[in-house]
């Protein structure tokens, strides 16, 4: 008699894997409670990479430091400690040094970090902004200077650091981040009834796994990383314009997007949306009086990806400034452009053809508004003897809101702008870049918390600086005062409402479908070469400016394809308008389409690109300590041995009882 024992233990260990398998599954519900997770992540350009990366930390017990004197002690006093921590700590205490400090002690596996919603006054009094002394300088127009002015001296440059640990951001302001926030809050409370020593206590794991490593040129070769980059907006009411007609240009713009440590917490209310805010005001308060006969043609335009090295401004300053060839040649992909005007180089317009550089005589931008309740608003210019007239223009109609802020005799130019963009290429532009400081941004510049702590003053100051900039656009366009004109404040509210707490508002209903979206991310994302669409905020502006700089509206329509060719379906109408997206990611990225791949081209310019990403996770369960851990182990390997001595003991005595060979 011959048993095969080999065949009948291999099919014993394979149905004990797929039981065990199976029990695990049943119980991980009942160990652990998964959480929504707002993750810092990698970014990379053509020398380094920054941001957040860690595969697997394994789990630390839930620790919350509520002050500077908390996070000292806790330093001091588990330094090697066998045990791991995962802090809670608030927004105001995620200084580079501090993170250092945490990571040093090498027991903490991970950061979650509570935003506004969870911050009192007095935390966010103590807020320091994220970003770099002198935030993008590196790629505008003073790069080289060595006298540059510093805008940001309180800048703490943590959104250009690397860091060995994941951060998880935190802002209980929608039924899922508050329901998170609630049993983080639990479990923590819970730690601390137990004085962090009473065990079991509540753990978290993180798993945030990067993929791209090195640099830009590095990533984009092993194919882990895509281009930072959107949709740019441009607009004008002057739908015929063409770039041989010899009317001058004044440009009104300002950024789209923003950036923080958190892309998906991003809002940037001060920083941007009031700047942004301030341009689709302008576009509607000018909409209302006859443009027709303007001696000038008016251009809007919304740049994205601002944040990264000027990306959006760079590319369309870049496009406008040389001659297009368009070659239809054999590309590794199809245009994804139904009815594109080039299918290599893709592009779905040519309109920005039709911008003329050498025409462009003013630029009109606005930088961070949305806080002008103390000294109004800053006119800055990159010459006084150019651009001088322009800034005298606005003091002298804005009754004391816009003033030089070269008054007090210092001449510090431009700060970070998209006109910087433009006057790289000509410099004799006009150009002003209004602002609400005059010499240092504020404290919570392209911070995580910059959601508008009072609407109502940011409201009432962009209307007053939208209506003092459109009569200012029809006086430089013109050359007549007309003071009939002026921005719609009941507008304004609405847009800085939706753009900031409420996507899903009455007013964005009329524009296209969206419901149950509260807050979206201002942050750029990332450019899809295979198939380019825009994200919420350019398909408004878009639709926005469109609808108020149309030059007709003919019948109804319910998709775009119930229109003419060169028609937009925007509120359920034909219109036609001199409206284009622009392509917006780094100069010194380039598309190769006959490959199909990215590769970099020019590494002094921006580069930018974000690692791809497995889904990041987040888990609170109970946990004993690491002693009795270790107890645990050393139990299991025990019984694993005795298990193996006891199967080794009967498949001996059962050959010898049966006789088998």
Not at 38 to 58: D, E, F, K, M, Y
Not at 176 to 198: F, L, P, T, W
Not at 243 to 251: Q, S, V, Y
Not at 518 to 532: D, K, L, M, R
Request: hydrophobic share 40%; with cysteine.
């Amino acid at each position: 008699m011959h048993l095969k024992f080999p065949a009948v233990g291999l099919l014993f260990f394979w149905t004990a894997l797929a039981l065990a398998d199976d029990i695990a599954t049943s119980l991980y519900p009942y160990i652990y409670t998964n959480l929504n997770s707002w993750p810092c992540v990698r970014l990379l350009n053509a020398t380094s990479a920054v941001g957040c990366h860690s595969p697997i930390t394994g789990g630390g017990v839930l620790y919350r430091l509520q002050s500077q004197d908390d996070l000292k002690k806790f330093a001091a006093e588990r330094i090697s400690t066998l045990e791991k921590y995962s802090v809670v700590l608030s927004y105001d205490l995620l200084t580079a040094e501090n993170i250092q400090t945490l990571e040093d002690t090498q027991c903490v596996v991970g950061l979650l970090v509570l935003l506004r919603s969870a911050m009192d006054t007095e935390q966010l009094g103590r807020v320091l902004s994220p970003d770099e002394d002198c935030p993008n300088c590196q790629y505008g127009l003073y790069a080289n200077d060595s006298d540059r002015h510093i805008w940001n001296p309180q800048g703490q440059g943590l959104i250009e650091k690397s860091f060995r640990i994941p951060i998880m951001g935190l802002n209980p302001t929608t039924n899922a981040s508050i329901q998170v926030y609630n049993s983080i809050i639990k479990a923590v409370s819970y730690n601390e009834a137990r004085g962090y020593s009473q065990y079991p206590l509540m753990a978290m794991d993180f798993k945030v796994t990067m993929w791209a490593a090195v640099n830009s040129e590095t990533c984009i070769r092993r194919g882990w990383c895509d281009a930072v980059g959107g949709m740019s907006v441009y607009a004008t009411p002057s739908v015929d314009m063409q770039a041989e007609d010899g009317k001058p240009i004044i440009m009104v713009t300002a950024p789209m997007d923003s950036r923080s440590l958190f892309h998906d917490l991003t809002i940037g209310a001060n920083t941007h949306v009031a700047g942004m805010v301030s341009v689709l005001a302008v576009a509607d308060a000018l909409s209302k009086v006859p443009s027709a006969a303007l001696s000038k043609h008016v251009v809007y335009s919304l740049f994205a990806a601002e944040s990264w090295g000027f990306a959006g401004s760079q590319r369309f300053v870049q496009d406008i400034s040389s001659p297009f060839l368009c070659t239809n040649a054999s590309r590794a992909f199809a245009c994804p452009y139904a009815n594109a005007s080039c299918s290599n180089p893709c592009v779905h317009t040519l309109d920005f053809t039709r911008v003329n550089l050498d025409k462009i005589e003013t630029i009109i931008e606005f930088g961070s508004v949305g806080d002008a309740s103390g000294s109004g608003y800053w006119a800055h210019v990159d010459n006084i003897a150019q651009s001088g007239s322009l800034v005298n223009n606005f003091t002298q109609s804005s009754n004391g809101l816009i003033k030089p802020a070269y008054q007090d005799g210092v001449q510090r130019k431009l700060p970070p702008s998209s006109a910087m963009s433009f006057l790289a290429k000509k410099r004799d532009i006009r150009a002003i870049v209004l602002t609400d400081y005059q010499t240092n941004m504020g404290s919570l510049y392209n911070s995580d918390v910059d959601s508008a702590n009072d609407m109502g003053k940011i409201v009432q100051s962009v209307c007053q600086l939208a209506t003092v900039t459109a009569r200012t656009v029809w006086f430089e366009a013109q050359g007549s005062n007309m003071d009939q004109i002026t921005a719609n404040c009941t507008l304004i509210a609405s847009l800085m409402d939706c753009l900031v707490s409420n996507f899903s508002c009455s007013f964005m209903q009329s524009y296209f479908s969206v419901s149950g979206i509260s807050s979206i991310s201002h942050y750029a994302s990332v450019f899809n070469f295979g198939n380019p669409q825009p994200q919420l905020i350019p398909r408004f502006v878009f639709s926005f400016l469109a609808d108020i700089t149309s030059a007709s509206k003919q019948g109804s329509c319910q998709t775009v394809q119930d229109c003419g060719l060169g028609e937009y379906c925007i509120k359920q109408k034909c219109i036609r308008s001199f409206t284009a997206y622009h392509d917006a990611y780094g100069t010194g990225l380039q598309f190769d389409e006959a490959i199909g791949k990215l590769k970099v081209v020019d590494p002094t310019k921006s580069t930018w690109t974000e690692s791809t990403w497995d889904a990041p996770t987040m888990r609170v369960f109970l946990m004993t300590s690491r002693k009795q851990q270790i107890v645990e182990l050393v139990v299991g390997i025990l019984w694993s041995l005795l298990s193996v001595a006891c199967v080794l003991a009967s498949k001996h005595y059962l050959q010898k009882a049966f006789k088998l060979e």
